[in-house]
């Protein structure tokens, strides 16, 4: 029997933001010096509409913001001019700068620990007055170069993720230290700016950092955090806390381990990442729920989240369910990230890695990156879909003035328990036209088709092309029936997506 849906889609639905559009996360901030980044950019937003970027590393070396200088010793050159560039290009590009906080200069830092391939120092200032100072040139900097009404509509965040002691070291009390002093600091220059945190990952510190805030009069505009669906809401191993630093992720531990050699380290690799993942289905809409209850009167914003299988159609589905899932609870959900040119761990250059990109090295759009598109295009209201309450085979339908989307997914958290459903989807109203779009195995996958090929490391302009034709997400046209129901059968593969506009 197919799994039934019904949509009158003569009805105007309700006000459906397009909340995941706020927000796009990108690597970190010296990569978007480079043009090919700069291009997926513009088309990302063009086609999809982002209207911020938040990335790491603002602050870092490879920014050249706070420079030691060589004679004398004692002095620092502070420089704005890469910041500038990539703010300017921003701009230019009709976007706007989600600004991250971080990480500690050098010249300022109390301690050598770094985390990634581009040597992000995670440590404290070691003078809290030069770290305000920093802010506060920074801010005026910002309010000279792009004036108050332009600046204010932009978001201030403190650091990334400071409760995993690989982003950060120190206590949860010395990130609250750190945040007061940005936030007093950002505040003192500007009363009017957006500053906010913990931007932690696993939803973490939300009520204990409104609870500092409050009790210390310290500025909060915005609650920040990130999830992922593999995260045990349960687990605080390895974590920063109260009076406590995290173990285990630091560089020098991870140094430590690559000493132990290649085979006891995928040894205690697959002790820590091969569990298996019994989070239930809708486990972000439940911390989001959560994570939106302990920020009470305060804006939410998610500026980390994904769902994994980052190149196939699995991606694709799993937004989708998410999307559906989080209505009304959040004001921005940033996508981490943008694109593959990714370079936490070195630039791998490969085509397709399982990186966390809506395009790929090239540019080329992935499943996940049309599904963000075909929404785009959809409208910004939505409408109730009654029937069969299937498990894993579920329904978005969107409206507009102009057309009814209909999104028939079929997904299920790391493809535990799926298999291919029948479905039959029933829409009211009488249309023009009837187009239908897939994004499953063998429609818009284009590392199955670089698979094909043999997973050629160098492709060639011909493989290329060949893998960007199949990024296209192709409408065929349905026959429209002359009665004022739509009836749509069709097989829904595990982990796909059906797509149906139906202009009016």
């Known amino acids: ?21 706020k927000c796009v996360g990108s690597c970190h901030a010296a990569t978007l010096l480079r043009e090919d980044v700069r291009q997926q950019i513009r088309k990302a937003h063009e086609e999809i509409g982002f209207e911020y970027i ?50 500690m200069p050098e010249a300022l830092a109390s301690g050598k620990t770094t985390c990634f391939h581009y040597k992000g120092n995670v440590t404290m200032p070691a003078d809290d007055a030069a770290w305000q100072d920093l802010m506060k040139q920074l801010v005026q900097h910002l309010l000279d170069r792009y004036g108050l009404e332009e600046v204010q509509s932009w978001f201030f965040e403190v650091w990334n993720e400071p409760n995993l002691r690989f982003f950060f070291d120190g206590t949860m009390e010395d990130y609250f230290h750190l945040y007061e002093l940005t936030a007093r600091a950002i505040k003192e220059t500007e009363p009017s700016l957006r500053v906010g945190g913990p931007a932690t990952s696993n939803n973490m510190w939300i009520p204990e950092l409104k609870n500092f805030c409050e009790e210390n009069h310290v500025p909060l505009d915005f609650i920040s955090t990130h999830h992922y669906p593999s995260d045990d809401p349960l687990s605080r191993a390895g974590m920063n806390g109260p009076g406590t630093k995290g173990s285990g992720m630091d560089e020098e531990t991870i140094k430590k381990m690559l000493e132990l050699g290649p085979e006891k380290v995928k040894e205690i690799m697959a002790q820590m990442l091969g569990g298996e993942n019994k989070n239930p289905r809708d ?13 009470g009167e305060l804006p939410l914003y998610y500026t980390e989240w994904n769902v994994g299988h980052y190149d196939t159609s699995y991606a694709a589905a799993g937004v989708t369910q998410v999307f559906a899932y989080n209505e009304g609870l959040v004001e921005g959900y940033s996508y981490w990230c943008i694109s593959d040119i990714f370079e936490e761990k070195g630039l791998h250059g490969l085509p397709f890695n399982n990186e966390f990109g809506l395009v790929n090295v090239y540019g080329i759009r992935k499943p996940s990156y049309r599904l963000f598109e075909a929404l785009h295009q959809a409208g910004s209201r939505r409408l109730d879909v009654t029937g069969d309450n299937h498990r894993t085979a579920e329904v978005l339908a969107l409206e507009d003035e102009t057309a009814v989307t209909v999104f028939a997914y079929n997904h299920d958290i790391e493809e535990r328990d799926i298999k291919a459903e029948e479905m039959e989807i029933t829409v009211k109203g009488e249309y023009k036209s009837i187009k ?21 490391t160098y492709p060639t302009k011909a493989q290329l092309a060949e893998i960007e034709d199949a990024s296209e997400l192709v409408y065929e046209e349905v026959p429209a029936e002359e009665t004022n129901e739509q009836v749509f059968c069709f097989n829904a593969e595990a982990e796909s997506v059906t797509i149906i506009r139906l202009e009016k």
Not at 4 to 21: C, V
Not at 85 to 92: G, H, S, V
């Open 1 to 21: 029997m197919p799994v039934k849906y019904y949509i009158d889609g003569t009805k105007k639905g309700r006000a459906y933001p397009h909340y995941w559009e």
């Open 54 to 103: 938040r990335f790491h590393g603002l602050l870092d070396d490879d920014m050249s913001v706070v420079i030691q200088q060589m004679m004398p010793f004692d002095k620092t050159q502070i420089s704005f001019f890469n910041i500038d560039c990539i703010f300017d290009f921003l701009l230019e590009t009709g976007m706007k700068p989600f600004i991250e906080l971080g990480f």
């Open 283 to 295: 486990i972000l809409s439940r911390l989001t729920k959560k994570a939106k209850d302990e920020a």
């Open 436 to 456: 239908k779009a897939v994004i499953d195995s063998g429609h818009c996958n284009p590392f199955g088709v670089w698979e094909a090929q043999g997973k050629p």
